[in-house]
């Protein structure tokens, strides 16, 4: 069971070029990546390759980090959904400075749900029948 945890935790999904979940891998080297909620590199996939992508000047000696999950949720959503999938609380710059949430939203929680919502159809569409 604890193999298991280890792996659900350190694992990618891999998606195609139309954004669908294919599949997982294990990438080992790249499973020593840390989280931030505002990451310096993304990982992107061609094909079954992951492929570390920065997406911003990294000053030397900095840690490359990467999001775990969807950044663009209020720091509320996604401290729960870190502590429910990997089980930790995020203290990144972000997240201590929780004013940002409100000028980020600023009356747009519909708006933030509508993006979420559009965002999970692109990843998940319904079948077409």
């Not at 195609?16 to 080992?28: A, F, I, T």
């Not at 000696?61 to 990467?66: A, F, K, Q």
Request: contains cysteine; hydrophobic residues 35%; glycine residues 4%.
């Amino acid at each position: 069971f604890p193999l298991f945890l280890q792996v659900t935790c350190n694992c990618f999904t891999i998606s195609n070029g139309e954004m669908q979940d294919v599949g997982v891998g294990l990438y080992p080297s790249m499973s020593l990546l840390n989280h931030s909620c505002d990451p310096n590199c993304v990982i992107v996939f061609e094909g079954y390759q992951l492929l570390l992508r920065s997406v911003r000047e990294i000053q030397i000696g900095e840690e490359l980090t990467i999001s775990y999950i969807e950044s663009l949720m209020p720091t509320s959503e996604r401290q729960k959904q870190l502590m429910r999938q990997y089980c930790f609380e995020c203290d990144c710059l972000l997240c201590q400075n929780q004013e940002k949430d409100a000028e980020k939203l600023a009356g747009e929680e519909h708006a933030w749900k509508e993006v979420k919502d559009a965002v999970n159809e692109v990843r998940y569409p319904k079948s077409k029948e």
